[in-house]
């Protein structure tokens, strides 16, 4: 039971711990406050925080709470975020630079942000310049969210290599992902979704050493069980977070509808 009263199921599945929420918002809070936490956990060791931050739909509740809470270091923040279209404008409404803008850099005083530049002219060159700023901040803290294909930031099944020697790549954008982000109302159509991005890769993330989680909602329901249950595998990148020392994974009661509760551990 969380500490308002609220009941929540804590499940584990191999490193992976895994808390469920009667509703998005309650889940959004409730990963907003392990962030609030280990960002003053983190300033307490050192002068510059390095934060991974993630978008999209899964993203909103958590960033609200987050913003929201008062007396957290945020002018010692270098913020990044995962990943960015190739091509597309920074004021288009499914631009994440203009996503960043508006549901945080606008509403806390970071010391900097460094955006992944989707309208670079020579994209290669922004990838290596992007590795980078990532490598010189060490970022110790990853929001992060899990695509209806399992993706994690822009990997997608058939680019993500868990031992990819690169932190940052040019991917194409398979069908289900692009399927997604017309579904959630980025774009108007799904021909109006770019093909491409730039993305930041597994290993880049897997280096940081503690990840949050947020994934809400009924769409998500059949990854959150392949990322659970099923061989760790590209076929579905997710299941790589049930290695990671440090990685907390947040659900409502719709994300984990279809979880087998009976394959897991109780915490």
């Known amino acids: 039971m ?43 060791l050192h002068d510059c925080i390095g934060v991974i931050f993630a978008t999209g739909a899964s993203q909103i509740n958590t960033l609200d709470a987050l913003t929201g809470t008062e007396g957290l270091p945020w002018d010692r923040v270098h913020g990044f975020h995962m990943d960015e279209y190739i091509g597309i404008d920074p004021d288009h409404s499914a631009s994440f630079r203009r996503y960043m803008r508006e549901k945080l850099m606008q509403k806390v005083p970071l010391k900097e942000f460094s955006e992944v530049n989707g309208s670079a002219p020579d ?8 590795a980078a700023k990532l490598s010189s901040a060490k970022p110790q803290l990853c929001l992060l969210g899990i695509g209806e294909n399992g993706h994690l930031a822009f990997n997608d099944p058939d680019v993500a290599n868990f031992e990819d020697p690169f932190d940052v790549k040019i991917v194409h954008l398979d069908m289900v992902c692009r399927q997604q982000q017309a579904a959630e109302g980025w774009f108007t159509s799904f021909d109006e979704v770019p093909e491409s991005a730039i993305t930041l890769t597994i290993p880049a993330l897997f280096r940081v050493p503690k990840l949050i989680v947020s994934v809400p909602g009924i769409r998500k329901a059949g990854i959150m069980r392949r990322t659970l249950e099923e061989s760790m595998s590209t076929a579905c990148p997710a299941t790589i977070l049930r290695t990671h020392p440090d990685a907390t994974v947040y659900l409502d009661i719709d994300s984990a509808s279809k979880l087998d509760r009976l394959r897991f551990s109780m915490i």
Do not use: F, M, Q
């Not at 994209?123 to 992007?130: G, L, S, V």
């Open 2 to 44: 969380h500490k308002d009263g609220t009941t929540v199921e804590h499940l584990k599945s191999e490193r992976l711990e895994v808390h469920i929420y009667p509703n998005s918002r309650l889940a959004g809070i409730a990963a907003a406050e392990a962030a609030a936490a280990a960002l003053k956990d983190i300033g307490r």
């Open 123 to 130: 994209p290669d060159t922004e990838c290596k310049e992007y």
